[in-house]
């Protein structure tokens, strides 16, 4: 699947990955991913050749479980993980390319973050905290409702979006995904507004829901909603049939349906604007994570694909490629032994073999 951190919707966002070459830890079947995620559709692209243009030493060990966001303006936001049991760390802040510095010091940790141009939203199992990105004072928090983590990977079970002064945070429900919206400009209590079996933060504030009914639902910023057809539903002995909202991008929402065996998937593209079934199916794997970015659509490639992935290294196979509407790869640009992808402003995190640090690469066409 498009990986199941929500990178940031709008922007990436409440992505959180256990960084090794080859593996992205998933998040079930939430929309990453998802943080991810992960539709930026109004965003100008550049359509020149891929590259490196620098790479920025993170202050963070190799193999940790990390959060991360990136914010409209490219900002990158970091911090160590913290799931049931809280644990004080520190929010990174990557302006540019500039050396990271201090955001915040939380001393509950983060599960997940988000950040828009005026906020950074920090989330943990039991509040979300939004500080100003002027001052780094703390502007507001609020209790969360309170979910099971009973027979759960006990990670990235919390995701948030944010867009203009309004948070959006998913969480599980039992068997389903809820998300509540939060407003950042009032104390007032999380409000629950979209509950389905798979969903995805779209572009500007919206949503992209599998239903309980498998309709396939946009829920727009304004709270307006459009209904698409149904998802399938027909699961066969080896795992696969099913589909799930999985991500946006391109002016499309990409739905997956895994094979149930090894890691081969397909995804099946919708208009974003109309949820109309449009073009050929995409053949992948079910680590492949996808962002919107000012280089247009964009894919995280692990291993095999169509289009071969330069080898520069024994350690790694690991390409961002460029997608288009029609699913078409092309543009292989190596990029190490990199395990997340961020848009608007294209980068990876990637483990640095040499220093056991990560480092955070910035992209551009």
């Known amino acids: 699947m498009l990986a199941k951190y929500v990178g940031v919707a709008a922007f990436v966002v409440g992505g959180s990955l256990l960084p090794a070459p ?4 998933q998040s079930g079947a ?10 930026t559709s109004s965003i100008p692209h550049t359509l020149g050749p891929l590259h490196i243009t620098s790479s920025i030493a993170l202050p963070i060990t190799a193999g940790t479980v990390i959060t991360f966001a990136e914010a409209p303006d490219g900002a990158v936001f970091l911090a160590r993980q913290s799931t049931t049991t809280p644990k004080p760390s520190v929010v990174w802040v990557v302006d540019g390319t500039s050396a990271p510095s ?31 990105r002027h001052t780094g004072d703390e502007v507001r928090a609020w209790a969360l409702p309170n979910f099971s983590t009973a027979n759960t990977s006990d ?20 068997k389903f995904e809820a998300v509540y919206q939060v407003n950042g400009a ?14 995805v933060f779209g572009p500007e504030g919206s949503l992209f829901i599998e239903r309980r009914d498998r309709r396939l639902v946009e829920r727009t910023a304004r709270g307006s909603v459009i209904v698409g057809p149904k998802l399938r539903d027909a699961p066969t002995p080896l795992g696969g049939g099913v589909q799930f909202v999985d991500a946006v991008a391109a002016g499309l ?17 919708y208009a974003e604007s109309s949820l109309k079934l449009v073009g050929s199916s995409h053949q992948g794997l079910v680590n492949e994570q996808i962002v919107d970015s000012s280089s247009g659509a964009l894919v995280l490639g692990f291993g095999d694909s ?31 032994s990199a395990f997340a992808l961020l848009g608007p402003q294209p980068a990876v995190i990637t483990t640095n073999g040499t220093s056991n640090q990560l480092d955070l690469e910035r992209l551009a066409s």
């Open 22 to 25: 080859l593996l992205v830890a």
């Open 102 to 132: 201090v955001a915040e010091r939380l001393p509950r940790g983060a599960s997940a973050l988000a950040a828009d141009t005026k906020n950074l939203y920090v989330a943990d199992y039991k509040r979300l905290t939004v500080f100003s």
């Open 186 to 199: 009032t104390p007032a209590a999380p409000k629950l507004v979209a509950q389905g079996s798979s969903m």
């Open 253 to 269: 929402v990409w739905v997956s349906e895994p094979a149930g065996q090894g890691l081969d998937t397909s995804f099946a593209m």
């Open 155 to 174: 990670a990235d079970l919390v995701s948030i979006s944010a867009y203009k002064g309004i948070a959006l945070v998913m969480l599980p429900r039992g």
């Open 30 to 39: 939430r929309g990453s991913a998802h943080d991810a995620t992960r539709g």
């Open 306 to 336: 169509p289009v071969k992935c330069p080898q520069t290294s024994s350690l790694s196979n690991v390409c961002v490629y460029r997608i288009s509407s029609a699913a078409v790869l092309s543009d292989p640009t190596p990029v190490g």
